[in-house]
């Protein structure tokens, strides 16, 4: 069965870092782009970047450009999100999900999603 699982979250200080990691089982993700997204109270989800299936191409939202950084390592069927000098407005519950498709569009959409991991930044 396909599952995507999140973890990393927690609370962080403001200018503090977190890393979330999302791992795959009963697939492998070499073949698929995998996005983040993330939903705060209130909130519509939004994109936050995501990563073509080779590693190749990325794309992230402007918001968290240059803070951010999306990786992947397809022999642990792994995905990360680094994230740097976090603000409070980076607070919400942060999904990943996947595409089948190779390429990252991260405004388009993806068919299986994870359960989220809380990311909250606060002092």
């Known amino acids: 069965q396909l599952q995507l699982v999140e973890s990393g979250g927690g609370l962080v200080q403001p200018g503090g870092s977190l890393r979330l990691s999302c791992a795959a089982s009963?697939?492998?993700?070499?073949?698929?782009?995998i996005g983040w997204f993330r939903q705060a109270p209130g909130k519509e989800r939004e994109g936050v970047s995501c990563?073509?299936?080779?590693?190749?191409?990325?794309n992230y939202a402007d918001s968290v450009k240059g803070r951010f950084t999306i990786s992947r390592d397809n022999a642990k069927n792994m995905v990360y999100l680094q994230m740097n000098s976090l603000k409070p407005e980076d607070t919400a519950v942060y999904y990943c999900?996947?595409?089948?498709?190779?390429?990252?569009?991260?405004?388009?959409?993806?068919?299986?999603w994870g359960q989220g991991t809380q990311v909250t930044v606060s002092s």
């Open positions: 009963g697939f492998t993700l070499d073949y698929y782009a």
């Open positions: 999900a996947l595409k089948l498709f190779r390429l990252c569009m991260l405004d388009s959409r993806y068919e299986y």
């Open positions: 990563i073509s299936s080779s590693g190749g191409s990325t």
